[in-house]
């Protein structure tokens, strides 16, 4: 399992707008994600979204949610994804694909 102290770390460079850092944090366990059990790997996607989202703009980490979203079944972790979306457009004030993603069209 992906270590908590990991994650809180990530979550904490991220609050800090310390983007870059947080995705060299979480590269290596991002790239074998499909071994993590879906809640983790759930996590681990929306945290690297939200760090990419503060270096390369929320296009791309929307782009990057948008390629995740086929990996997980269950309509929650799906609504999870949209909703992380929603509030990265939501932050970039983009209302029109905030009201989009949080219907659930990434």
Known sequence: MLGG?????ARA????RKGARALTLLAAPYQRREERQADA??????L???ALAGEK???AAVAE???????????ASRKQLCTTAGELYEAAER????????GGQL
């Open 5 to 9: 102290d990991l994650l809180a770390q």
């Open 13 to 16: 460079l991220i609050d800090q």
């Open 41 to 46: 790997r759930l996590e681990l996607v929306t």
């Open 48 to 50: 690297y979204a939200r």
């Open 57 to 59: 703009g929320v296009d």
């Open 65 to 75: 949610l948008r390629r995740n979203l086929d990996s997980f079944s269950e309509p």
């Open 95 to 102: 209302f029109d694909d905030a009201i989009r993603a949080y």
